[in-house]
Structure formats: structure tokens, C-alpha cells
T-cell receptor, first 108, second 113 residues
């Protein structure tokens, strides 16, 4: 079992839709959780960073961690074509563990 | 603010040729540094990490090697490239005080023919 699992998609939504991206993790000791956005042929860019359980909001983006179910979510409100990218989730214990990424396309 | 650089951005090399990819970080000292390879649909594969000058840990045994000759410089090398070495190589840094995030460079796309 991988430490962090992520549905690869692809996910395609119309502009303005609410997007939900999800990951699960296996190790209950993980405490730091991240979301990265990666545009085609670019390095991943840190988007959101949360510690332990709870929500964190930054503009149109909300990161949510549910430690009881080992579930990590990223919500994008009012999605824009510029949000089209691959989104990677990550968790840290002694090492960094990354999901394989979900490809998102927002259609104008 | 911190900045991470990688070069070259793209590289096409014949099988059996040597490789040298360079990564430098600005605006921080004593960072933990990482080399990853990203293959399509397979996520990030950690290749090497370093906690200080001359200190290299290898995660995947292969024909690649890494060196850290200076505090903010990390180099990925190979004496003889294989076709399977093709991929997108990413350098990343993590704050030395244990901030649990990683920041990635722009990457190098390597094609071995």
C-alpha cells in the first residue's frame, strides 16, 4: 500500500464549477499536509500547507484534513481555466510522501 | 526570499554519454536538498537527498550519483546514461529548521536517445 494515494483523474469541469480533489494516506503519524499545483513542463508549486486536522482557506482554495479518516481534500471554488494543471497532494512523517497527481482541466 | 535554480532546462543526450545537472538555492543557508525524477503517470521518485555539504543519501540504486560541493549547490551526475534515465528531474529544498514543506525548482527535461 502506498503511503499517499491519489485518484489520477483526469478531471474535467466547466468554468465556475466547484472542484474537489482528494487523497488518502495510510500513516496516522503524518501531521503536515500539502497541495502542489504543477503546470505542464513546470516544477510543482506549493499551493497550500496545513498542519494536523482542520481547514485552511486561501482565496478560492480550501485545504481540508480529516485525520480520523486519513483523508486530504482540496476544494477550488469558481474554477478558472488557469486552474488547469496537475495537483499533487503530499504528507510528511520522517520523509515526504507524494500522491501521483490529479490532472484537472477547466473548460471555458 | 528563497529561489531555486536548475539548469539546463532541457537536455537531449545519446545513450552512454555523461550527465551533469545542477541545482542552486538562494536566500537560505544549510537547506536540505533533494533530487526527484518524475515520469508521466508515476509521480515523484526520490533519488537523493542531502542534509549538508558532502552528505548524500541515495534512495534508489542506479547509475546516477549526486554531490553537494557547496552549501547551496546540488549536482546530479551519471557517467553513462541509459534510455531509462529519460524523465523530468526536479530539485527541491526544505528549510533546515524543519519546516515541513518542500519547494521545487523549475525542472530539467532529459531525453536520452
Amino acid at each position: 500500500q502506498k503511503e499517499v494515494e491519489q485518484d489520477p483523474g483526469p478531471l474535467s469541469v466547466p468554468e465556475g464549477a466547484i472542484v474537489s480533489l482528494n487523497c488518502t494516506y495510510s500513516n496516522s503519524a503524518f501531521q503536515y499536509f500539502m497541495w502542489y499545483r504543477q503546470y505542464s513542463r513546470k516544477g510543482p508549486e506549493l499551493l497550500m500547507y496545513t498542519y494536523s486536522s482542520g481547514n485552511k482557506e486561501d482565496g478560492r482554495f480550501t485545504a481540508q484534513v480529516d485525520k480520523s479518516s486519513k483523508y486530504i481534500s482540496l476544494f477550488i471554488r469558481d474554477s478558472q481555466p488557469s486552474d488547469s494543471a496537475t495537483y499533487l497532494c503530499a504528507a510528511t512523517g520522517n520523509q515526504f510522501y507524494f500522491g501521483t497527481g490529479t490532472s484537472l482541466t477547466v473548460i471555458p | 526570499s528563497q529561489t531555486i535554480h536548475q539548469w539546463p532546462a532541457t537536455l537531449v543526450q545519446p545513450v552512454g554519454s555523461p550527465l551533469s545537472l545542477e541545482c542552486t538555492v538562494e536566500g537560505t543557508s544549510n537547506p536540505n536538498l533533494y533530487w526527484y525524477r518524475q515520469a508521466a503517470g508515476r509521480g515523484l521518485q526520490l533519488l537523493f537527498y542531502s542534509v549538508g555539504i558532502g552528505q548524500i543519501s541515495s534512495e534508489v540504486p542506479q547509475n546516477l550519483s549526486a554531490s553537494r560541493p557547496q552549501d547551496r549547490q546540488f549536482i546530479l551526475s551519471s557517467k553513462k546514461l541509459l534510455l531509462s534515465d529519460s524523465g523530468f528531474y526536479l530539485c527541491a529544498w526544505r528549510g533546515a529548521r524543519g519546516t515541513d514543506t518542500q519547494y521545487f525548482g523549475p525542472g530539467t527535461r532529459l531525453t536520452v536517445l
